[in-house]
Structures are given as C-alpha cells and as structure tokens.
C-alpha cells in the first residue's frame, strides 16, 4: 500500500543533488583506501570535513588499538595496520525521539591483478550509467547515498524530534574493528540501516565467517628420494576432501532467509602454501580459509566442528594419526546477526523503497557473507542492511554501480530515516 508523502519528505526528496551524488561517487573512489592503508585515514578526515560543513556534531577520532584489541569482544582483524580513526556524525534534535544510524564502511579489499581491470582501478571508469572502480559496490555508493540523504535533510531545514547519526567505519573487510570501535566509544543507537549492496532486496540477516588456518606437517627429503619423505601437500589432500563433505553437512536445513542460495554457508579454502625448494620434499603446509556460520550459531561450536573434522580425518590416516595438523583462528571472526522478527523497520525500508520506485516491496533475504550488522545487532541495536550495488560484483575486477539505483537508495532512505524519527 502506498504512503502519502508529506511535505517535509517532499522538502527533502527535492533537496536531493543528483549531480553531486555522481561528483561525490567520482571523487571518493579515487581515493585508494584500501583496508588498513593510509588511505583509509585519509578519507576519514575527508569526510569530516565535509560533515563538519554540514553543521553536525562531528566526532573524530583516533582509536585505541591495543585497549581494543585486548577486549574479550575483538572480532579481529587481517590487515596489518598502524592506526584506525572513527568517524560519527549526528544532527541537532528538536526533541527527544529516536536516534537512527546510517552506517557504512569507507574501506575496500586490494585490487588484486590490475592487468584483468582494463584500466586503474581507483580512477573511475563512466560507462552510461554505470561507475567501474574498486570499491564501487562495496559500499562507497552506499557511503555517498548516506552522505546525499543527510545532506538533503539538513538542506531542507527539517526539524527533527530525534537524531539522525551517520557513523562511517574502517576495517569492515577483515573483520570489524572500526564499527566495533564505534559501539566501544558510545556512538550506539534505536535503529541502522547499513548501506551495504543488496541488490534489490532487503537483508535482515547475516551468516557469520571465521577465518581458519591449518598447518599439516610433512617429511622433508631430496626430491629423488621421495618415497623416503612424506609430502605435506599429499597429507593434505584427505583433509580438504573432508572440508568439502563438512560444508554439505552444515547446509542441510539452512534457515529459510537463506534457502535461496545454492550454498547457504560455504566453506573455502583461500590460500595453500607448502614448500620452499622444488627439489625438496615439502615438510609443511598451510592452508587458511573460511568456514561459513550459520544464522544463530555459536561461533564457539562452528569452531569446534571443523576441528573435529579435521581430527577425525586425521586419526583415520596413516601419517597424520602419529602426525596431528594443528588448526588455530587468525583473522576476522564474524558471528552471526539478524534483525529481530517483527521489528518495523523492516517494513518502514520497504515501504519507503515502494513508495518511491512503484514497485512491489523488496524481498526479504539473508545473505551468506559477514558484516558489520552482527556488531550493531549484539549491541542491542535493531539493523539491516539496504544499499544500491549487485554484491556478485564485489572483490572482482567487473565492480561497478549504477548512478540511477544510487539516488533511488538515497531517496527511500530520505522517506525511511525520517518515517524512522516520526517526522510527517
């Protein structure tokens, strides 16, 4: 059913600058903030600036490293890095309603072989409608439409009884450190919605992620002599195969918000290193992976299954029996989070996205990979993500989005932030 739009979301949609929301876009793509880079604190600063500009009560600051990464709650973290700045910025309230969140990260994973872009990756590519550059999808679109809904609001002179709190975040790609950082100092709320690409949909859920290591030991010898040694890649081999048949288990009666994918939770082995001598023998190796969470799972059981795997397999095996692999858990560890069920900002989002594109209401979706959603959501605070971008694009060298499905994202998040603070 469609809602009659009032004049003050009529004020704000029409406050919306189109062109600044591809001039923005350009300009923050090209700014390579790759994922604990010095980049990434460069475009933190950049954005302060601009929110200062804005008139907000703008906090940023620089994150305590160790304090966080000492705390039992630490999700972790890949990337090397020296620092991490937190950035929140909130609008004055008339009253004292609710406060809603518009959270996204400004980090982006490498660009991984340039020869496959065509061209650089952090210098913008237009193509009609579309933006080609790393980072495009996931989620400086997100990022830009946040920045273009607060932009129009405070740009229409709205009055709100509660507060709008844009919260921008590093370390979303390994892990969570910087919105983990951002709940730590305070910075909480009644409602988010991150802007992550959705594709169309709405996600209300959010599979977990942890990253594993396994290091599988070997028998060193001259590679003419190889029947005396014991391969580390082929005492592997049992070990992956077994990986395979645990992610076919932990897939049957997935929960229906992630029925839709062909593999709810996967399972993925990364990276495999082994040997350092080609005549030699390899006496280890290592393979580092992601095991999948499902949606209401204790990260602490998901860990101690694929253990188990691994030990099982192991004590099945002539080497590996006198011979254990050890398994162990660097990296980013996503837990799972959802939405709870029922709450109404599931249907004011699709209800505003209705309103403004005529179509039917999104549909409702988990989605297989970690976020920053898990973090807000074990802080009490109701999240879910909607932002423009097709997620199958993201991490490759083909990312790219659309300026058209951008401003539609900032549109309905104009109508669903200030449906959110009851402002009509």
């Known amino acids: 059913m469609t809602t009659t739009i009032s004049s003050a979301e009529a004020a704000a949609l029409q406050a919306i600058d189109e062109r600044a929301v591809a001039q923005d876009l350009i300009e923050i793509l090209a700014v390579p903030s790759i994922t604990g880079s010095p980049a990434e604190s460069e475009l933190q600063h950049l954005l302060a600036a601009r929110l200062d500009r804005l008139g907000l009560d703008t906090d940023l600051w620089s994150m305590d490293l160790p304090a966080l990464r000492g705390h039992p709650g630490f999700p972790g973290t890949e990337a090397p890095r020296e620092e991490a700045w937190g950035l929140v910025a909130t609008t004055p309230a008339a009253g004292d309603g609710p406060t809603v969140i518009m959270q996204a990260h400004v980090d982006v994973v490498p660009p991984g072989d340039r020869r496959q872009w065509g061209s650089d990756p952090f210098v913008p590519r237009v193509d009609g409608d579309d933006i080609h550059a790393r980072g495009a999808c996931d989620m400086k679109a997100g990022l830009v439409a946040n920045l273009a809904a607060l932009s129009a609001i405070r740009a229409a002179g709205i009055r ?19 919105a983990f950082g951002t709940l730590q100092r305070g910075h909480t709320g009644d409602a988010c919605i991150i802007t992550e690409p959705t594709g169309g949909t709405v996600i209300t859920a959010n599979a977990g992620a942890l990253t594993f290591r396994i290091e599988v030991p070997g028998k060193a010898t001259h590679a003419s002599t190889r029947y005396a040694g014991v391969s580390a890649i082929d005492a592997y081999l049992p070990l992956h195969a077994a990986l395979a048949r645990l992610e076919t288990r932990r897939d049957v009666d997935a929960d229906a918000l992630m029925a839709g994918y062909r593999i ?49 397999t192991a004590a099945a095996d002539p080497w590996l029996r006198d011979h254990p692999p050890t398994v162990t858990w660097p990296g980013g560890q996503f837990a799972s989070g959802r ?68 401003v539609r994202v900032t549109r309905t998040l104009v109508l669903a932030v200030l449906r959110a603070l009851g402002t009509r």
């Open 160 to 178: 709100l009884p509660g507060r709008i709190a844009a919260h921008f975040v590093v370390s979303e790609e390994d892990g969570g450190l910087g």
């Open 264 to 312: 709810p939770y996967p399972l993925a082995v990364g990276i495999v290193r082994a040997g350092d001598w080609a005549s030699t023998v390899p006496d280890l190796l290592v393979a580092e992976g992601r095991l999948g969470v499902r949606l209401g799972e204790d990260p602490a059981a998901a860990r101690a299954e694929l253990e188990r795997c691994i030990a099982d």
């Open 339 to 406: 939405l709870p069920a029922g709450h109404p900002l599931h249907d004011l989002v699709r209800g505003a996205h209705a309103d403004i594109t005529g179509e039917p209401r999104l549909e409702n979706r988990g989605a297989p990979y970690g976020s920053d959603l898990r973090l807000y959501a074990a802080a009490g605070v109701p999240t879910l993500q909607y932002g423009p971008g097709d997620v199958r694009l993201a991490h490759s060298p083909f990312e790219k989005v659309s300026l058209a499905e951008t």
